[in-house]
């Protein structure tokens, strides 16, 4: 029987910062690999994008954990695409998750609630924008690519018509401007526009931005909350919610959720507490979602993070889509216990949230190897 391999891709920047992890994902996965003989004709590897371009012809299947939509993992969904090879998620669905304004239209023709949302080129735009929402509305700038909280650029109008603006950029520091908004668009705005069509996640061509009305999420502790759903389909290609989990800033300076910008987990339940909605009512809106995306790309999610906020308008409270990530970024209860374990010698412990988390895509994508 030939061994065909399924290639794990990991990004260049995260795998040798991270070998433990990865040594036991690796660890754990070919345990299940030899599990059951029908399975025992596929082999597991890690590769980074350029490496999977390069070794192609042995490749059966992929599952991308590269959490970032660089020209090199595009250039692999080329490739791909080529020689009909099967990926998860299929690159149609990540080229449309990775533009928040892409789903952001496909969403609203299926009416589903997301905060007011408008393409940035220009300073005329802008303006528009904001007279659009109303000139004294608080609102929100980033990128229309995912950046893990990068850029995210929370906004307000102060007295006198002064502008003030907060982000993040990969720092966990606050940068602050306060000044007229012909200065922000020229001395904030355009320069991030600037730095990150320069950047290394750019995407071929300029990188747009997208303004958004911005949602109060804070909580009477002044820090703001969302919640994150993460979604799989398992080895029969049933979709499954694997986890939920809050989200929460890690000040009331700025109320960006981000686990990678300070943000810390907090419990769905305190979210959802005192408002009404159930967990029924969350994962009704989450299918709805991925019934959107499937139409739209006319290909199944086999993974995907929603984010989604809680917000109150005239005693009623609502859900509201944040965004969608196909490749979105696992919080393990058992990451302690994992970093700490020797993997060649000792059998992992993982939770068993954990274990399911990490191995449906694996089943998933050995699925889809057999049945593309
Ligand atoms: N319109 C908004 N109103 C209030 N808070 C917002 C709004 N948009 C974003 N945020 C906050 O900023 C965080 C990051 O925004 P978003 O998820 O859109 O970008 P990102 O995290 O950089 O993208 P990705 O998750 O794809 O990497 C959200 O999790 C939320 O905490
Ligand atoms: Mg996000």
């Known amino acids: 029987m030939s061994t065909e391999r399924c290639l794990l891709l990991t990004d260049p920047l995260n795998f040798p910062e991270n070998p433990t992890f990865y040594g036991l994902l690796h660890h754990l996965l070919r345990q299940i690999a030899h599990g059951s003989p029908q399975e025992n004709d596929f082999s597991l590897a890690f590769a980074t994008p350029q490496e999977a371009i390069e070794q192609i012809e042995d490749i059966s299947v992929i599952l991308d954990r590269t959490l970032c939509y660089t020209p090199q993992v595009k250039a692999l969904h080329r490739k791909c695409a080529e020689r009909n090879i099967p990926y998860v998620n299929h690159p149609t669905l990540m080229a449309l998750l990775a533009n928040k304004k892409a789903t952001h239209d496909a969403l609203s023709l299926s009416g589903i609630k997301q905060p007011f949302t408008q393409s940035i080129g ?15 509305r608080r609102f929100v700038i980033k990128p229309t690519w995912g950046g893990m909280g990068d850029w995210v650029t929370f906004v307000e109008m102060t007295h ?3 502008i003030r603006a907060r982000w993040k950029e990969d720092s966990l520091k606050i940068k602050e401007f306060c000044g007229f908004p012909s200065d922000f668009c020229q001395q904030v705005l355009f320069i991030q526009i600037g730095e990150t069509n320069g950047g290394s996640r750019s995407a071929e061509g ?3 931005w997208i303004a958004q009305e911005y949602l109060d999420l804070t909580g009477i502790d002044g820090l703001a909350r969302d919640i994150r759903v993460i979604q799989q389909r ?9 986890l939920i989990h809050g989200r929460q800033s890690d000040s009331a300076a700025l109320p960006l959720t981000n686990l990678s910008k300070g943000g810390q987990l907090c419990s769905v339940e305190q979210i959802l507490d005192g408002t009404g909605i159930t967990i029924d009512q969350l994962l009704s809106l ?6 959107v995306f499937e139409t739209a790309t006319g290909h199944n999610i086999g993974e995907i993070g929603h984010d989604i906020a ?10 509201i889509y944040l965004e969608g990530n196909t490749m979105p970024g696992y919080v393990l209860e058992s990451w302690d216990l994992l970093v700490s374990a020797d993997t060649e010698a000792q059998q992992p412990v993982l939770t ?6 990490l191995v449906r895509p694996f089943e998933y994508a050995n699925r889809i190897r057999k049945n593309y």
């Open 122 to 136: 220009s300073k005329d735009d802008l303006i528009k924008f904001m007279s659009r929402l109303g000139i004294s």
């Open 160 to 162: 006198g018509g002064y």
């Open 206 to 208: 300029p990188v747009s």
């Open 234 to 242: 398992d080895r029969f290609g049933v979709m499954k919610t694997s």
């Open 286 to 291: 989450c299918s709805q979602v991925n019934h």
């Open 310 to 319: 809680v917000t109150r308008s005239a005693d009623k409270f609502h859900l």
């Open 352 to 357: 068993t949230q954990d274990r399911t988390l």
